[in-house]
Structure formats: structure tokens, C-alpha cells
């Protein structure tokens, strides 16, 4: 489908002064298009030059509008030397070759130097005229919608969800090429900016050939990311679930109202049929030789090393027959699925049946280096035989698909850590294959499967169960068979019975390493990651039965490789679902009971641990209904048989017995303590300190337990790079330091967020990189939503507003970076500096924005403030159209990097910097607000002696048009909103 691009640049302001004998500057712009370029006049002596170009016309091919970005450079004309670069900007196509999407991009566009940063602005109007073309051989995709959301986008509906859709693309990194000897940084680093775009569209494309092969029409739960491999190259690849989407025509009926963001789920039943529970097993570690270079695949399957869930096949006598129609209907609308995953993690009612468990793999690989980047057969191999080991987990756990996957890469030098994980589960066949199942069988099924407990029924089968799991009757509908304890990757159902509220549940770990070279560093990192995996979901266990509760969803677990260190972080929202059984209390067990003193302090710390968990059950509300035993129908299954967590691997299985547990509950969870570690674990466990009163917090996007949602919502972005004092650390001390730089982190959150409360922190994200020896960084990003909390809401934002103003007036002084405000007035607070460095930049969701002095504008004025949230929707608002992905790519790098305030204030600028390119784009498109906002990356790299530091952010989502809810229109008109959150703070070294 041949095509014509138009580009039209109108002004520039606010440009850098160029000439010092002037204080001005004579700009000119540069219009390239693939290998195509063209000039405008030069405006003499203006940094407000105003050119009003005419039309610059590019006659291309679809393909090439997919794959290339417009590039336009803005440059300072020299007479007798060479003109002067003020900056760049890259605009994607992309969002306006769809059919119902935006038809022109206009508007202010930061002009940005990988050197500089922002420096000044340029108006542009950019638009696209397509001619219709009918050959079937053709290579674009115009027309495939892509979503960041996992979840259904709001005002679509799935007709089909076709499967699992995956490339990636493989090049040389112009970072490491030989002309990199004669080349500037700046000359590089956009070479790098422009290769990485032109690869991005690229995938893009490819994907979207995929899909249209697939007869789909778009890809929701769409994840790019890219790998840094060094001198090995650069690799970009993308996962997506292929589906047919139809859009609404009263787009009402799916968006989410004020307070309940899930309501249209809620008002459609869910179709369930039976099903059942979960445990663990550790598969060994498997060793393979490829060529010279060695690998080796580590793959979990449940609580130790794959935490699964699942159900019993002769559980249930009535819904046995149906249990094996719909098996074999799921397993024909899957097996023509190379893949049978899904990205998503929400789903439309009826689609999820059971839920099996987590299933997760890893694999550590050498990197060599890529050869002919037109050939990525190697990575591809890779993927290929991790997603092997997802699928094979999932068929042993009984179930057909794995949902809420997902892939990451850890690359350390030449090492490479590949992981995935998802959720093993059984999928109702209507939704993946059009008129595969009769409507008889759906009655069926929501005849004999009581609404909230289905998807916790194991699909498994519990005769012949892969590992050892603790299974009762569902103590919902006393029908199937249930684990005791269920993870998962995905968000909570909306459909779930829960008791009280949940909470976030993070494990960390480190582990030292030696500094070891190619095949020898492989072999140590694959001996430590079982280990590793297992103490990590140790960890989670004993928080999860600390709190109280039964079950974890939205789990992610990282495993991060260094120099001379492995770090692991899991995070996920425990809940209390009323369909499993009540977990039992901890106890603790010690090896040495002749010592007087020593059963003192195990006693002492039983009744610490006791006390901790009725606290957290009184905490989150956790008060489950007693059911009388009449009442239940069925006979009361056996007592389940203890769960012991083995501290050490040395311990014969013969010496389990002469524990004495005869006191206290018999389905206690045993820890035993049988070295100064385990103590040490123990203490940690107790050392975790809930959040302050008033807040809650998740990283799902709905916290379960909270319904009453305002409008009020604060996005926000914190990046803590904390260097290590000594090289002499033990394990002990690096998780000592890791878990009080994780906790600070939350606490410093907390404390900036005060003003908010009652308030929930949702989808928490995150993420741990090494980047340097000695060196930690925590990424976190995250959105406050407050909630009703049945107060007097006047009383609430009175005392607000002046908190605000007392604060406002308190700390203006102390701001390291002043601010200034656009619109609204908003609070600015100043917090004591710390040894760890922080920077954090909120997107408020009122009327007001935050502008940096240093930046200029960055949203066009006829749109007015753009909105940044992680989550797939806007609270008090509908979502009325989707106009494209953001998907940004950035690189920054000083040689100046005290003056501009160390490392705080280099990254502070930098990220300020990305959320105002970002606005400005969803802004041209005619959008007001980014959904599914996530960094995917935020690679951080200094070097301290040099006064030099680099850093390459990664970021993307769903730029929408949405719509206030008429009753908050009203509402805001008589009440102005109150914004409690600070757009930007910085703390440096100390």
C-alpha cells in the first residue's frame, strides 16, 4: 500500500543561545525520511524562529512508514565551520496508519540532545495519505492495533483471542563498532537511538504480519524490551497475545465507573467449570553442551521451585463428563498453537476456568557475538527451548495454556540469564476458536460451578499428582478438591470471594559469587540459581502465612546476575481467598532442645511470631465465617499432613521425627532453625513492618478488599542507586543492606504520600539491576489512588488543604530542584538527604501539572495537561479511544556529572526530561492521557573518577482520549481538586 508522508514545520522557541556574540541563534531544520532529507530556510537571530515551511513531501511504501521514524534535526547554520547540532526528534508513524485512530500528528515536540537534554521546542504537523493496494505478498501491517494493556482494552470487546505472538530482531550495537574510535558521544549515542527505533518498527511490522496470518486484527498485553549484549550485539523482541477485537458502539457498557474499575466484569457472570488445587516441585538442573560453549537450563515447577495450583480429574462425580468435554475442546482449540500463552492478565468473564499454579524456567546462556544480524536463529533457539519448559511444566500441572506470561533477560558481560514465567491454566475453548463450543455446554457448566471458587479447583489430577500438595474440599462449594496455598501471575479474578484486604508481599535475596570468566562464571551462576529460587519462595511462603492469608497474585520474580553477585526480588499481592482452607500458624522448631536458654528464645520468638500474625489478621481484616459442619455437606477431610521448609540440605529425613510438635496446631507450617541463618531468616521475617495506618499497598492494579475509589490518583517514579561500603560483605550483610534499602524505599513513599491518606499504592513495579560492582539499583513505579474510607470527606480535604499549605510553606526553601507550577497550585515537600540516592517524578492526574525551570513546555495548549498512570484505566473516567502505542527509547550521558548535582540530579533531569517527550507525543496525537504506563528499563552507569555517567530508559504505553464522568464534571466545577503529591524531589549523597 503505497503512500505519501506530508511534513509541514511551523515554529520553534525557547532554542539554546548558539552564538555568544549575539546571545542568538540562526536555526534551520533537517526533514529526513528514510534516505530521503530536506531543509527549511534559516532564520537568522531568533531563539523563537518561526519558519512555516511548506508541505515536504515523501512518496514511500506502508512498510517503510511502519519501520522507519521521521527524524527531524534542528541545527545552528555556521558560515565558515561546520553547523551546530541543537537537537533531534523522533516521531512514529505508526499510530496514524490506523483505520479509526488519529489522521494527523500536531503539536510542540521537546527538541532533545542525548548531551544537553531538552533544549527548546519545534511545532510540526505531520500527516499520512494512503492508496489502496490489494497484493497479498505484501509486507506491512497497517492496520493492527497494539495495546500495552494485559487486559482487554475498555471500549473493545474479544470476539477471538488467537494465542501467543513473539519475534525479535538482532543487530551489531553501534556503541562497540570500530568507528566508535573517531565518533563523538553524541554521534554514537544517536546512532544507537536512531538503530534501536528503526529495529523497534521493525518488530513492530513483523508481529503485526503475524497477527493479520492469524486472522486477528490487534495484540493486547503487548511487551517489548531489549537486550544489551555488549560486543555480542543488540537484541530487540516483543510478546503479544494475538486477538480479534470489535469496538463498542456505546463504549459505556465496558468502561469502568468512578468507584469500581471492574464493574462491567462484575455485572456479567463468569463461566466456570470444575476443577481443583496446588503445590511444588524442583525439577534438577539440566545440563546441555552446545558447540563449545556450554549452557544450562534451571526450570521450576511450584512452591519451591514452581509454586502450581491445580485440580483433581475424578474430583467432582457429577462434573466429571463435562471436565473431559471441555478438556478436549480446550486442547483442539490449542494444539494448532505452537505456544498456548497468553500476555494477558485479566480476562473477559468465562474465559479462565482453573488456575493451575505458577510455572516458571531459566536459563543461563554465554553470548556470542551475532554474526549476520539477518539470521537471529541463535536467540530465537533459545526462547524456543524455554517456552519448551513453560509448556511441559503446564501439560504436567493438567492444564492447556499458561496466562499472565511473561520474558526477561539479566546480562552481566558475556552472561545471560534468560527467564519466563506465567500461570498454568485451563481456558474455556469459546473464546480462543469461533463456534467451537455449544451453547449447552456454557449452561452446563454455570449449572454446576458456583460463581467466585472455580478458577481455585485443581485441574490436575490428584491420584496422580507431580508433586506433593495438600489438597481439601473447596470450603466454598465443598464440591473439588483445593490446594492450601495458590500462586499466581495474574490479577486477582474479579469474581474471587476474598476476606479483608491484601497487601504487597516481597522476598529478597543476595548471594555472593566469585568473579570468574565465560564458561566458569556460567557453571556458577547455574549452580546457585535452584538455591536461590528455592530460599525466594521460602521466603514467600513464611511472609504469606505471617499475614495470615492464603494466596498470591500478580507474581513477578527477578533474578538479577552481577560481577561478583546475584540478587533475586519477588513482589505479589497476598490475599485471603474464602474458597481455600485457613492456613495454619508458624511454628518454629530448634535442633538443640537440652539448652535451657536456647528453648527460652525459640518460645519467646513463637509467641512473637503468634502475636504478629493475630496483628495482621485484625490488620487486614481477615475474619473468614466459621461454617457450621452440618452445614457443609460433606465429610470433613482428613487433617492435612504438616509443611516443613528444611533450612539445611545436609539433614537426614530419619531426624524429622524427633521434632516435637506435639503442641499447637497440627497444620502449623514448621520452620526449623538449625543454623545462625536460619535464625537470621526467622528475625527478618518479624522485622517486616506493615505499612503506616492509612495505606495499603499492591502490585495488582486493583487492591482486593477496596472498591470505594475516588478520582484522586498520583503517578509516580523512584529510581535508588545505593553504592556498597566494603568489599568484605557476607551474604548475611548484602541482605541485610538489600532488604533495608527496599524497606527505606517503601518508607520514604510512604512519608511523601501522607497527605493523600486513606490511600491504596497499586501495581507496585520493582526492579533490581546491577549495573556496576559494589553498585544496587532499585527502579520503583507505582500509582496512589485514594479511597473512601466512610469519613466525612469535607472534614478529610479540609485538613488536607491545610496540611498542604503548611507544608507548601515549610519546605518551599528546601527543594533541591525548584519548581514552578502551571496551572493548579500543588504541594512541594523536602525530605532529609540519604546515603542512598532518590529521585522520584509524579504525574498528578487533577488539573495542575509540574514544569521543571530547566524544561520547557511540553503539551500542546489546546489539550491541556496529559495524564500518566501505570494502570489500564482512569478512575471517574471512560477511556473513549485508543490512538496508538508509545513505545520511547532514550539515551542521556554527561561529562559533567557533579555539576548537575551528582547522580540525583542527572537522573531527576533525565526522567523529567522522558515524561515530557512522552506527553508531547500523546499530546500531537490529540490524546490526553498515557494508560499502562511502565519503564521497562532504566539502565544507569557512572563513572565517578571520569565525572561521567550514562543512562538508557526505556518506556511505553496506551496513549488514550478519555472522558470524566459527568457527576465528577459537576462535582469538580463546586470543589476544586486537591493535588497532594509533588511532581519532583531529589536527594543526593550525603
Not at 343 to 363: I, N
Amino acid at each position: 500500500m503505497p503512500g505519501k508522508l506530508k511534513v509541514k514545520i511551523v515554529a520553534g522557541r525557547h532554542l539554546p543561545v548558539m552564538d555568544r556574540a549575539s546571545d542568538l541563534t540562526d536555526a534551520f531544520v533537517e526533514v529526513k525520511f528514510g534516505n530521503t532529507t530536506f531543509k527549511t530556510d534559516v532564520y537568522l537571530k531568533s531563539l523563537n524562529p518561526q519558519w512555516n515551511s511548506e508541505w515536504f513531501k515523501f512518496e514511500v511504501d506502508d512498510e517503510d512508514l511502519q519501520d522507519e521514524p521521521l527524524q527531524i534535526t534542528v541545527l545552528d547554520h555556521d558560515t565558515y565551520s561546520a553547523n551546530d547540532a541543537i537537537g533531534k526528534v523522533y516521531i512514529d508513524i505508526d499510530p496514524l496508519l490506523y483505520s479509526e485512530a488519529a489522521t494527523v500528528i500536531s503539536g510542540w515536540f521537546p527538541i532533545y540532545d542525548t548531551i544537553h537534554g531538552i533544549r527548546g521546542e519545534i511545532n510540526v504537523v505531520v500527516k499520512v495519505d494512503l492508496f489502496n493496494d490489494l497484493n497479498r505478498f505484501r509486507q506491512s501491517s497497517c492496520g493492527v492495533k497494539f495495546f500495552c494493556t494485559t487486559s482487554i482494552p475498555k471500549c473493545y470487546r474479544a470476539v477471538v483471542i488467537h494465542g501467543f505472538v513473539e519475534e525479535l530482531v538482532v543487530n551489531e550495537d553501534p556503541e562497540y563498532q570500530w568507528i566508535d574510535r573517531i565518533r563523538t558521544p553524541r554521534a554514537s549515542n544517536e546512532a544507537r537511538q536512531r538503530l534501536i527505533s528503526l529495529m523497534s518498527g521493525e518488530l513492530q511490522r513483523k508481529i503485526g504480519l503475524k497477527v493479520l496470518e492469524m486472522r486477528g486484527n490487534a495484540v493486547v498485553g503487548y511487551l517489548q524490551c531489549f537486550d544489551l549484549e555488549g560486543e555480542s550485539g543488540l537484541v530487540v523482541r516483543a510478546i503479544g497475545t494475538a486477538c480479534t477485537l470489535d469496538k463498542l458502539s456505546s463504549p459505556a457498557a465496558f468502561l469502568p465507573a468512578c468507584n469500581s474499575p471492574s464493574k462491567e466484569m462484575k455485572e456479567s457472570p463468569l463461566v466456570h467449570p470444575p476443577s481443583h488445587g496446588c503445590r511444588s516441585t524442583h525439577n534438577s538442573p539440566i545440563h546441555t553442551a552446545t558447540g563449545s560453549r556450554l549452557t544450562q537450563n534451571f526450570s521450576v515447577s511450584v512452591p519451591t521451585l514452581i509454586y502450581t495450583g491445580m485440580g483433581s480429574g475424578s474430583a467432582g462425580k457429577e462434573g466429571g463428563p463435562f471436565k473431559a468435554l471441555l478438556r478436549q475442546q480446550t486442547q483442539s482449540a490449542l494444539e494448532q498453537r505452537e505456544f498456548p500463552f497468553l500476555t494477558l492478565t485479566a480476562f473477559p468473564p468465562g474465559l479462565l476456568v482453573h488456575v493451575g499454579g505458577v510455572v516458571s524456567a531459566r536459563s543461563v546462556k554465554l553470548l556470542d557475538r551475532i554474526h549476520n544480524p539477518d539470521e537471529p536463529e541463535t536467540r530465537d533457539a533459545w526462547w524456543a527451548e524455554i517456552r519448551q519448559e513453560i509448556k511441559s511444566h503446564a501439560k504436567a500441572l493438567g492444564c492447556h495454556a499458561v496466562v499472565g506470561y511473561s520474558e526477561s533477560t539479566s546480562i552481566c558481560e558475556e552472561v545471560c540469564i534468560l527467564s519466563a514465567s506465567g500461570t498454568a491454566a485451563v481456558l474455556n475453548p469459546r473464546f480462543l476458536q469461533e463456534g467451537t463450543v455449544e451453547g449447552s455446554l456454557d449452561q452446563r457448566i454455570e449449572e454446576n460451578l458456583p460463581v467466585g471458587c472455580g478458577f481455585c479447583h485443581i485441574p490436575y489430577d490428584e491420584l496422580n499428582m507431580p508433586f506433593p500438595a495438600h489438597l481439601t474440599y473447596c470450603y466454598n462449594c465443598r464440591k473439588q478438591k483445593v490446594p492450601d496455598v495458590l500462586f499466581t501471575t495474574i490479577d486477582l479474578p474479579t469474581d474471587a470471594v476474598v476476606v479483608g484486604k491484601g497487601c504487597l508481599i516481597q522476598a529478597r535475596l543476595c548471594r555472593l559469587k566469585k568473579k570468574a570468566q565465560a564458561e566458569a562464571n556460567a557453571t556458577a551462576i547455574s549452580n546457585l540459581l535452584p538455591f536461590m529460587e528455592y530460599e525466594v519462595h521460602t521466603q514467600l511462603m513464611n511472609k504469606l502465612k505471617l499475614k495470615g492469608m492464603n494466596a498470591l497474585f500478580g507474581l513477578r520474580i527477578q533474578i538479577t546476575v552481577g560481577e561478583n553477585m546475584l540478587m533475586g526480588l519477588a513482589s505479589a499481592t497476598g490475599v485471603y481467598l474464602a474458597a481455600l482452607p485457613t492456613p495454619g500458624g508458624i511454628q518454629i522448631a530448634g535442633k538443640t532442645p537440652n539448652d535451657g536458654s536456647y528453648e527460652q528464645h525459640i518460645s519467646h520468638m513463637q509467641k512473637k511470631i503468634n502475636d504478629t500474625i493475630a496483628r495482621n489478621k485484625e490488620l487486614y481484616e481477615i475474619n473468614p465465617p466459621e461454617v457450621p459442619e452440618e452445614i457443609l455437606g460433606s465429610p470433613i477431610p482428613e487433617p492435612r499432613q504438616r509443611s516443613r521448609l528444611l533450612r539445611s540440605q545436609s539433614e537426614s529425613s530419619d531426624e524429622v521425627t524427633e521434632l516435637d510438635l506435639s503442641h499447637g496446631k497440627k497444620d502449623a507450617f514448621v520452620l526449623e532453625i538449625d543454623d545462625t541463618d536460619a535464625m537470621e531468616d526467622v528475625h527478618s521475617l518479624l522485622t517486616d513492618v506493615p505499612p503506616p495506618s492509612g495505606f495499603y499497598s499492591c502490585n495488582t492494579e486493583i487492591m482486593p478488599g477496596i472498591n470505594n475509589w475516588t478520582s484522586e490518583i498520583q503517578m509516580f517514579t523512584s529510581v535508588r542507586v545505593v553504592r556498597l561500603s566494603s568489599l568484605n560483605l557476607t551474604n548475611q550483610a548484602l541482605n541485610k543492606n538489600f532488604n533495608g534499602l527496599c524497606e527505606n524505599l517503601l518508607k520514604s513513599l510512604y512519608f511523601k504520600l501522607r497527605s493523600m491518606t486513606p490511600c491504596c499504592l497499586c501495581h507496585v513495579n520493582f526492579t533490581v539491576s546491577l549495573p556496576e560492582d559494589e553498585l544496587i539499583q532499585v527502579t520503583v513505579t507505582a500509582v496512589a489512588i485514594t479511597f473512601d474510607k466512610n469519613q466525612a470527606l469535607q472534614t478529610t480535604k479540609a485538613h488536607v488543604e491545610k496540611s498542604l499549605q503548611r507544608a507548601s510553606t515549610d519546605n518551599e526553601e528546601l527543594l533541591q530542584f525548584p519548581l514552578e507550577l502551571c496551572s493548579d497550585s500543588l504541594p512541594s515537600h523536602a525530605f532529609p538527604a540519604t546515603k542512598a540516592v532518590t529521585v522520584e517524578k509524579a504525574s498528578p492526574m487533577g488539573d495542575g501539572n509540574f514544569r521543571n525551570r530547566s524544561a520547557p513546555p511540553c503539551a500542546s495548549s489546546t489539550v491541556g495537561v496529559v495524564k500518566m498512570t501505570p494502570l489500564s484505566f482512569i478512575p471517574g473516567a471512560k477511556i473513549t479511544k485508543y490512538l496508538g502505542i508509545i513505545n520511547m527509547f532514550f539515551i542521556r550521558e554527561t561529562t559533567s556529572l557533579r555539576e548537575e548535582g551528582g547522580v540525583s540530579g542527572f537522573l531527576h533531569a533525565f526522567i523529567a526530561e522522558v515524561f515530557a517527550m512522552v506527553r508531547a507525543h500523546v499530546a500531537a496525537l490529540g490524546g490526553n492521557a498515557v494508560v499502562s504506563y511502565i519503564m521497562k528499563q532504566c539502565v544507569f552507569m557512572e563513572n565517578p573518577s571520569k565525572n561521567q555517567a550514562q543512562c538508557l530508559i526505556n518506556v511505553s504505553g496506551d496513549a488514550v482520549v478519555f472522558v470524566r464522568e459527568s457527576d465528577l464534571e459537576v462535582m469538580s466545577t463546586q470543589q476544586p481538586a486537591v493535588n497532594c503529591q509533588p511532581s519532583c524531589t531529589g536527594e543526593v549523597t550525603t
